[in-house]
């Protein structure tokens, strides 16, 4: 098991709704990243967070935004939410001077959100 | 675009076999490669990982193979055990500025260990 944590473990909610999931990462890493895994596919990138900073973005509308704290523990915030954001929401961390360091990633167990 | 596949979705296999996942990338910019293993219900887990200035690298049972004229990588099993029965993600990383941190996951390999 990694240092990684992610609540709630399960979600449920419906269209138009916002969510906010939850990760700590594991001791000593400063970088977060966030992924979105639709049942059979790969993980997606969402984003990464470095040093309370929004850097690198996938291809993910605005309405998917995050927090990273002093403590480096993160947010993923999903408003209006619709059916195709139903996913396992993943959460990784790593550790690394800058966030071009190649280390790595740990992965939480995931979040896994239903919209309705 | 970007994109990073696997030849096979399934691959069944006897145990005490050596196990072989093909993976395909489509990047020539990329220089970070790793492996990833996910059982049912959890978060993928770091298996072995290559840079491109390597073409193999070894660790415990598993040996990863890149080859970066054809842009394939590979992860062998040695004496594969049921407790390898999972899906198996390549993932690839090109390390521009805004992209550290971004992986680019394949669709995902189910191994089956057969008793």
């Known amino acids: 098991e990694t240092g990684v944590t992610q609540s709630p473990t399960h979600l449920i909610k419906t269209r138009g709704q916002q969510v906010t999931l939850r990760c700590s990462s594991q001791?000593?890493?400063?970088?977060v990243s966030w992924y979105q895994q639709a049942l059979g596919q790969g993980p997606q990138f969402i984003f990464q967070y470095y040093r309370e900073e929004e850097n690198g973005r996938g291809n993910f509308p605005p309405r998917f935004s995050g927090l990273q704290f002093p403590n480096y523990s993160s947010e993923l915030n999903v408003n209006a939410l619709e059916l195709d954001d139903s996913a396992l929401y993943l959460c990784a961390s790593r550790s690394g001077a800058t966030p071009a360091s190649y280390n790595e990633q740990f992965f939480g167990p995931g979040t896994r959100l239903t919209v309705l | 675009g970007e994109s990073v596949g696997l030849h096979l979705p399934t691959l069944s296999v006897q145990e005490g076999d050596n196990s072989i996942i093909n993976c395909a990338y489509s990047n020539s910019a990329s220089d970070y490669f790793i492996w990833y293993k996910q059982e049912s219900g959890k978060g993928p887990q770091f298996i072995i990982d290559?840079?491109?200035?390597?073409d193999k690298r070894q660790g415990q049972r598993v040996t990863v193979l890149l080859n970066k004229t054809v842009k394939h990588l590979s992860l062998q099993i040695a004496a594969t055990q049921p407790g390898d029965s999972a899906v198996y993600f390549c993932a690839e990383n090109n390390g521009r500025p805004g992209n550290t941190g971004k992986l680019i996951f394949g669709q995902g390999t189910t191994l089956q260990v057969k008793p």
């Open positions: 290559i840079r491109s200035n390597m």
């Open positions: 001791s000593g890493h400063n970088t």
